[in-house]
């Protein structure tokens, strides 16, 4: 998924490194492999990145160097390309107009072809990810359109897929939100600062307003003022927000296309219950991220809500670890029972989702091993049935689980008593978006943009 910020200041001696680690900072779900920062001070173009979390790749003072009142960052989950320091981003580069930086969040399915084209035009890649595609193809652009809103116009037209991206060119910075919104993109300002980012949790930090989300094909020029341009697409575009931001990806504090995650997430958990009611003892969460629908189905239903897990939370999110071996081995470091509230009772465990079904195998053993009666699960995203093209990482359809098995069979694989996944009619209502603004190709393979033909190539080059 990843995560990007960008803030542009009218103090042009203030620097805003700080203010972009901070808004990474409170972006880390949304990426824990790498992290990065540009800046530019009104002559250089500074920039530093690393692998591993924010704070770690930030110590020992190797933010001081990043000066310059505009910049953008970014926090990296890998879908195209592997996990390693050349994929780190923003990636940046020189052109005929000076200096560019980007950073990426989204997946281009069209990537591999636009790459060969731009390698036989000549150009070098120092990454295997689709994000530096980007970069050449509006480097490329500018030669000929010689604007740089143009040149974004021109190469979003070329681009399949979905895309929220911040650009620093020289000192001015661009804001892009894919034509039919599929990754989510806020604005907010704080007195002399305009800054974009991922989500709304990032302007908290710092003390920033949510002004408003960045428009489905916007394109944003950030400096003195705020300038808004269209991308001008012929006929009317679909919207296709992506469901598991509100399900799982985003932080329930959250505020995505006028939608508040932690509502819509207390509205799954009372639909769970009035879906698939069960009779138990309690209420238990597999936290962090299913812990606000556990409330929702905890208030309607009349179970006491408590916590059969505790969470390591120095260990990151399983489902965003890059291979599975790593995704199963961190699940007993990661979650640890407490046997005295489990041992002979009765609980209906919520979880916000099941991808693979590996990781929730070896949470329900966990849970037999301390004596639990009863487990009872509800899920509160439907069954996954299709990967993801669009910047989750959801393995192939063999890989899916519910792809290929019954809901009893899972049941049955799973080792619990009962299991009950969220329907997408209650899904659509809890979210407040109807199915056609929604993209939800994960559930029903029906994918808001063309796949590209090579599909079985591109999936073996995807993490």
Same mark, same amino acid.
């Given at each position: ?18 203010h ?6 409170a972006l ?12 530019n001070d009104?002559? *250089? ?22 000066n310059?009142?505009?910049?953008i ?42 790459r ?30 010689? *604007?740089?809103?143009?040149?974004i116009?021109s ?5 399949i ?5 911040v ?15 599929i ?11 305009k ?27 950030l ?9 001008e697409?012929? @006929? ?22 006028r939608? *508040?995650?932690?509502?819509?997430r ?12 069960a ?25 006491p ?30 979650m ?12 209906v ?5 099941i ?42 359809k063999?890989e ?28 659509k209502?809890?979210?407040?978006i ?6 939800? @190709?994960?559930l029903?393979g ?6 590209p ?11």
């Amino acid at each position: 998924m990843c995560g990007i910020v960008g803030i542009y200041s009218h103090n042009q001696s203030k620097n805003i490194a700080s203010h972009i680690y901070y808004g990474l900072y409170a972006l880390q779900h949304r990426g824990q492999e790498s992290a990065g920062i540009a800046t530019n001070d009104g002559c *250089n173009l500074n920039t530093f990145h690393g692998m591993g979390l924010v704070c770690d790749v930030f110590n020992n003072g190797k933010i001081d160097g990043l000066n310059g009142n505009v910049g953008i960052g970014h926090v990296r989950y890998s879908t195209t390309g592997k996990s390693q320091l050349e994929n780190s981003q923003p990636f940046f580069s020189e052109f005929q107009g000076g200096n560019i930086a980007i950073a990426h969040n989204g997946d281009i399915v069209n990537s591999m072809e636009l790459r060969q084209e731009l390698k036989a035009e000549g150009h070098h890649f120092r990454s295997t990810t689709d994000s530096e595609v980007i970069c050449h193809m509006l480097s490329k652009e500018y030669i000929k359109q010689k *604007n740089m809103v143009e040149s974004i116009k021109s190469v979003s037209r070329q681009l399949i897929g979905s895309y929220s991206i911040v650009i620093l060119v020289n000192s001015d910075l661009y804001v892009v939100r894919d034509p039919i919104g599929i990754k989510p993109l806020v604005l907010g300002e704080k007195g002399d600062l305009k800054m974009v980012a991922s989500e709304s949790v990032a302007f908290d930090v710092i003390g920033a307003k949510y002004t408003r989300d960045v428009k489905p094909g916007e394109i944003l020029l950030l400096n003195d003022k705020i300038t808004s341009y269209n991308m001008e697409r012929t @006929g009317k575009l679909p919207r296709a927000h992506c469901m598991f931001e509100y399900v799982y990806f985003a932080r329930p504090d959250s505020i995505l296309d006028r939608r *508040n995650v932690y509502n819509v997430r207390l509205n799954i958990g009372k639909a769970l219950y009035e879906e698939f009611p069960a009779k138990a003892d309690v209420v238990m969460p597999v936290p962090d991220s299913a812990i606000t629908a556990a409330i929702g189905y905890s208030r309607v239903s009349g179970l006491p809500y408590g916590e059969g897990l505790i969470k390591n939370r120095y260990i990151g999110r399983t489902f965003i670890m890059p291979t599975q071996e790593e995704r199963e081995s961190s699940v007993r470091l990661k979650m640890n029972p407490i046997k005295s509230e489990l041992e002979g009772k009765s609980i209906v465990l919520v979880d916000d989702s099941i991808v693979r079904g590996t990781t929730s195998k070896s949470l329900i053993e966990v849970l037999r091993e301390t004596g639990v009666k009863e487990v009872h699960l509800r899920v509160g995203c439907p069954p996954i049935i299709s990967p993801c093209y669009y910047g989750i990482a959801m393995a192939t359809k063999k890989e899916l689980i519910a792809a290929n098995k019954s809901v009893e069979q899972i049941k049955n694989d799973l080792g619990v008593d009962s299991l009950g996944y969220l329907s997408i009619d209650s899904l659509k209502k809890c979210i407040g978006i109807d199915e056609d603004k929604l993209c939800m @190709g994960c559930l029903n393979g029906k994918y808001p943009t063309n796949l590209p033909k090579n599909i079985e190539e591109y999936e073996s080059c995807r993490c």
